[in-house]
């Protein structure tokens, strides 16, 4: 089984930084794709940033420029950079994992309980 953790949330001002990370474990022999997602109320979960096994990344438009994606495969953890937050960037944030079945036949998706960031205005 896999356990995901994140960590690093917390209130902030507009205009702040906070870094966000994802730590793995568990049996993990390899980690294909992470990624973050956020979750503001009233809103759906939505992906915003994305990092390949090679570290290639996509970011949603909201938050190119701002927010940085990371990872330490050795660590088996994500990390989030976060600058220049904004009060629409409150939400919950989850971090997302797919880890290669036994077979490498599919992909078994993985998701942490979420940590909490508010931006005050």
């Known amino acids: 089984q896999v356990q995901l953790v994140e960590s690093g949330g917390g209130l902030v001002q507009a205009g702040g930084s906070l870094r966000l990370s994802c730590a793995a474990s568990?049996?993990?022999?390899?980690?294909?794709?992470m990624g973050w997602y956020r979750q503001a109320p009233g809103n759906q979960r939505e992906l915003f940033a994305h990092?390949?096994?090679?570290?290639?990344?996509n970011y949603a438009d909201f938050v190119k420029g701002r927010f940085t994606i990371s990872r330490d495969n050795a660590k088996n953890t994500m990390y989030l950079q976060m600058n220049s937050l904004e009060p629409e960037d409150t939400a919950v944030y989850y971090c997302?994992?797919?880890?290669?079945?036994?077979?490498?036949?599919?992909?078994?998706?993985?998701w942490g309980k979420g940590t909490l960031v508010t931006v005050s205005s």
């Open positions: 997302h994992i797919r880890v290669p079945s036994l077979t490498g036949a599919y992909d078994i998706n993985y």
């Open positions: 568990g049996t993990i022999r390899s980690i294909n794709a």
């Open positions: 990092i390949t096994s090679g570290g290639s990344t």
